[in-house]
């Protein structure tokens, strides 16, 4: 599936170890196979690399040593967080070292005045809003992973939840970070202020997957906790009748912090994991929070049960307090835990497409799940078109992952033809190299590679990951080189 | 919904790509001209003017996706106009300062009115841009959906860039629906009290979407739900302005007689609570203190410059002729000059724009 890059230089592979263990604590460096392993994935499971080494260091001047050896040696680095990314992005490199940031997990301001948080990139997303709870204050973005995942990877992957329509997604609450260039060099990017001089540098390193810099402290906006929130749940007879409401709630110009759809199968699987009392018999339930002053969403409640009825809702659930609305949402963030026990395996796909073209999505990806004869529940974040097709499958059938592969990449397909995108949130990583040859074109993608080199010359941050070779599109077969007339052709292919 | 279906406005850009890619074939240096509203914003650029005013047009718009598509020469104002007739509005209130202005000038320079601090800048309204390199490429990065993470997010780059990475040939929006009731309320306090109370307005749940300070007064404007923005009026008292909506044009078109003749004009970004410029002249505040244009006496240009790098912020000299921004240090620079290079090897599209170096 992902043909892995052999690494030049690997006659000095022990020499570089030696450097390593030179000059950092030896706690701070691993080696050993066994220890290795539990680097050798991130969520991303399907692949598995052991990397050369792991370091685990504690200072920046440490990294700064890791670095130079890393240059020296010609070693590839790929930077880990909370190692919970879903395209492989922290997957190591064959060859090259893990330098994991864990130990830079500091908070180290939270200032209520100006309603930042100065934080390492260590710190968890959870811990952020933790930290800010007690002036009222939260960071926004909400991945589902949130207890585990880093704000460095949040930064590098530039990860959403529930609350991005309303809120943005993690490049819209980022004000400044403090990069290392793979040249060691500290720089600034970004200002509490909110603007800086020059090219906005700060939404090219966000979601740039760790290829341009390492992340060593991010400044991130908070925001002030809303007054209320309810959480209204309408179940519908049809998936369709669903979708559309989506769009007839946005077209009423209300913007919902939240609103997400369930279907059928997945409703089923969460009725028999939680009891939450969605009717089973609903073909779809759509989740729609509001929050704001209580006056609001008051208002905006009332509003969207109206809209909810029109299109056909046969009933209608809104949270009375916190504690049930936080239960209809545990049906919600059970979805996928629940597809676990329904199906030996699953794979989670991720792609976006424009809120009108729901309806028509889904439908088409029903009939394509039907062709390859395959099961597929859908649960997603309706309100940015970012959909989820969970595709359950059984790994022990020969040939029958082959098939979820290949249904996963029509799926994508019909994202990209429909006007939307191969990832919403989870990243291209090695997942998918070869689908970013569907979104971009051969120019577009010599000019990421450009970027690329304009950062990270000898490329040694993240190699091989987010940005396909040109000769990988053409092998993938959407992307016809010319005669041969390849760009960069000194460099190697994979 | 709308659709550009006439192939004459296509053949439009069709024009100005060929014309571009020739221009760039002789390797000449261009000069990027939208409206051509603000010359003074930038440094000068020598090269041949090439203007993108005449590609125009709504690309595709439908009020219930919440996006926008135009063309890069389309006036700022008759895109509003249109969004204005389906309830909906650019929540980043661009300046137009003068009835020229381009969404490509727009998208170029990266400005974000009053609304700035509450509902964000012009880049996190930036879904997608089409741009010619300086290789002449036409390429396009982003999507109409608001969740896309695949590849580098070039677009966002091009929000002020000024011209130098690409010229934008289109660009979509991401909309909002217009609040259904706004007010302002006017408060007295000095300067210190003014910043301190934002901060403590701000981090409640009010509907705020601007704030400014000028002359011992505080303008407070509140928009949402009559309801919640009532009570919010109570909640922060003061009185209520009237023609509050002139009052804000004023404040984002720089129309506003703080503005009026002023020779040299600075415009500093800090923190919202950063303290005083240490340095005697008129101030005007707006973005909840974080924008702040000041008129004085200093000569010292690189002292202010230092003085707002201290802060944590930089700063902008708006001379007669000139913008100057603050320097920046050796590394930035160089990877500014390398991202040049990246889009533009032959370093031909509005060379020196913004710093003299790329
Ligand atoms: C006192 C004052 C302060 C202001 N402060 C600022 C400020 O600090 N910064 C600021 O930018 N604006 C500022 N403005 C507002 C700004 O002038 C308008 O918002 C601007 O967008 C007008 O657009 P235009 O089409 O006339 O641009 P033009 O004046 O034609 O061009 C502006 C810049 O954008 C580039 N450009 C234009 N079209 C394109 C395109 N299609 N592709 C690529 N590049 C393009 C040009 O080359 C040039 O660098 C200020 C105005 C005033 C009066
Ligand atoms: C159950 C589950 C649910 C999830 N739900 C969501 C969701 O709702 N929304 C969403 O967006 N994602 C979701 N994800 C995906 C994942 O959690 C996010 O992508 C997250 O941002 C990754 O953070 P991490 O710290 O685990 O990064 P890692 O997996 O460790 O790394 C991810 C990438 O970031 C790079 N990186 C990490 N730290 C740095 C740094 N300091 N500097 C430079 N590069 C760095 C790595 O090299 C790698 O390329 C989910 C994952 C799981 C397992």
Redesign the interface.
Known sequence: MFKQRKIKNSKNHSEFLKTLLHSLPKEEVIYEPEELSVYECDGLTAFRVLPLAVVIPQKIEEILVILSACKRFGVPIVVRGGGTGLSGGATPVEGGIVLSLSKFNQILEIDPINQVARVEPGVTNMQVSQSAAPYGLYFAPDPSSQIACTIGGNIAENAGGIHCLKYGLTVNNVLAIKMLTVEGEIVSIGNVGGESPGCDLLSLIVGSEGMLGIVIEATLRLLPKPECAKLVVGCFDDVTEASKTVSQIIASGIVPAGLEIMDKLVIEAVQSYIQVGFPTSAAAVLLCELDGMFEEVEEECRLVEQIMIQMGAKEIIRSKNEEERLLLWKARKSAFPAAGRISPDYYCMDGTIPRKSLAFVLKRIAELAAQYNLRVGNVFHAGDGNIHPLILYDNSIVGEMERVESLGEKILELCVEVGGSITGEHGVGLEKLGPMCLQFSLEEIQQFHRIKRALDPDALLNPGKAIPTLHRCAEFGKMHVHQGQIAFAGIERF | MIDCPSSATDSITNELIEKIRRVINLKEKIKIIGGGTKERLGRKVVGKPINVSENRGIITY?????FVTVKSGTPIGSLEEVLKQH?QYLPFEPPHLGEQATVGGVVAC?LSGPS??YK??L??YLLKVRII?GKG?????G????????????F??M???QG??GIILDVTFKV???P?FSTTVVLEKNATEALRFL?II??????LSASCYYNNKLYVRIS??E??VR??EKEIGGDILANDHQFWNSVKERTHPFFINSQRLWRL??????PLLPMEGEWFFD?GG??RWWKGEEDNREAIFRWARDQ???A?CHDKEVTL??P??T??LR??R??K???DPFGLLNPGR??EEF
Request: no cysteine; proline share 7%.
């Open positions: 439908d009020p219930a996706e919440l309830g990266g700035r601090p964000g800048a880049k996190d390199n490429e036409v390429l396009t990065f999507s109409q959906v608001i969740k896309n993470v695949a590849g580098f997010d070039l966002r780059l929000a002020g860039a130098t990475l909002l629906p217009l259904p901060s701000a981090a409640k749940y009010f509907p949402g739900y309801k919640s009570r919010a970004v800090l923190p919202q609570a950063a973005w974080s924008q944590g912020g930089y902008w921004a603050s920046l240090d590394a930035l990877i500014h390398r991202l290079e990246a889009f913004i710093y």
